[in-house]
């Protein structure tokens, strides 16, 4: 009978029946690895240290010859007990939707990166048009000058959109991964509500969403040595700040030529298109790098996710 009013436990948080100073997760078939301290409990295990017998209730405590390793202690002993698995009880879990949103926005920022290489041929390609129209300016065809225009205004329309997108994709799949279970809370900085507010922090944005994905690559631990991410991090951010700049750039120079005449626009133009191919050069750099450090991470996250911290006996 009492197995059987345990299989028909509902849902929820239940006193940990190996610690009661927790609470742990009932998923309604058993227990989880999900746990918090007990409202009005004593110390959580990551504070108490087992010293003698009777001092400290029973829980999972660092092991004394290795803080890496939790071993269960009895209340009187350690046991040969220890948790397996590379999980951080009382953070998020990730589900299997994460593996596809970071395959999704990996996509939309290849898509980016393709836009740019697109955007560097347009470079050349205006340059060949208006310099041909400023050598003879009685060819200048209205059909094809309307032509060039509407190809400038659809690449730069597609452009935003894929940019708007990707970014705020990046920024959920940023904040799901930086307070994921899979990353180790001790090497993160920052609290997981920097992942939307430092976009927005001027200058603080210039150093801080690279902190945190730095922070984030150290929280994987070994899974991030195979990523690579200890050169991808910073050249993804490096990449980004270079393209920010040169768009900046190139953005005011060619509202400057608002206020030309029509054949002084038209140098003006001509002379600053270069410009325009080194911005999309950067920016098809910058979405490959953004592409393969969502990939690596989202790998490196999913590397052993059905594992569980699940005891076992090192005797065994």
């Known amino acids: ?161 894929l940019v708007l997108a990707s970014a705020v994709l990046f920024v959920v799949w940023l904040r799901r991964a930086y307070g994921s279970n899979r990353v180790d809370p001790a090497a993160l900085r920052f609290g997981a509500g920097w992942t939307i507010g430092a976009w927005f922090v001027p200058f603080l944005n210039l150093v801080r969403p690279f902190g945190l994905v730095r922070d984030l690559g150290r929280g994987l631990g070994d899974r991030a040595a195979g990523a690579g991410l200890r050169w991808l991090v910073p050249a993804w951010w490096a990449a980004w700040l270079g393209m920010n700049l040169v768009n900046s750039v190139s953005s005011t120079l060619s509202r400057r030529s608002d206020d030309l005449a029509p054949v002084e626009s038209l140098r003006h133009l001509h002379r600053w298109l270069w410009l325009d191919g080194v911005s999309s050069a950067v920016t098809a750099v910058a979405g490959v790098l953004a592409a393969l450090l969502v990939l690596r991470v989202t790998r490196a996250l999913e590397v052993g996710r059905a594992e569980r911290p699940v005891p076992t006996d090192a005797g065994s």
């Open 1 to 161: 009978m009492g197995d059987r009013a345990t299989s028909l436990r509902p849902a929820g948080w239940y006193t940990d029946p190996e610690d009661a100073t927790r609470l742990r997760k009932w998923d309604g078939r058993g227990w989880t690895d999900s746990w918090m301290r007990a409202p009005g409990g004593a110390a959580s295990a990551a504070t108490l240290r087992p010293t003698a017998p009777g001092t400290t209730p029973p829980g999972w405590f660092p092991d004394p010859a290795d803080a890496a390793v939790r071993r269960w202690w009895d209340g009187s002993r350690w046991t040969p007990r220890v948790l397996t698995g590379t999980v951080f009880p009382g953070r998020t879990e990730l589900g299997t939707g994460f593996a596809v949103l970071g395959r999704f926005l990996a996509g939309l920022l290849a898509l980016d990166a393709l836009v740019g290489v697109v955007g560097v041929g347009l470079a050349f390609w205006s340059s060949s048009v208006i310099g041909r129209w400023l050598a003879d300016i009685e060819a200048v065809d209205p059909a094809e000058a309307q032509r060039h225009d509407d190809v400038y205004l659809a690449t730069g329309v597609v452009s935003a959109l």
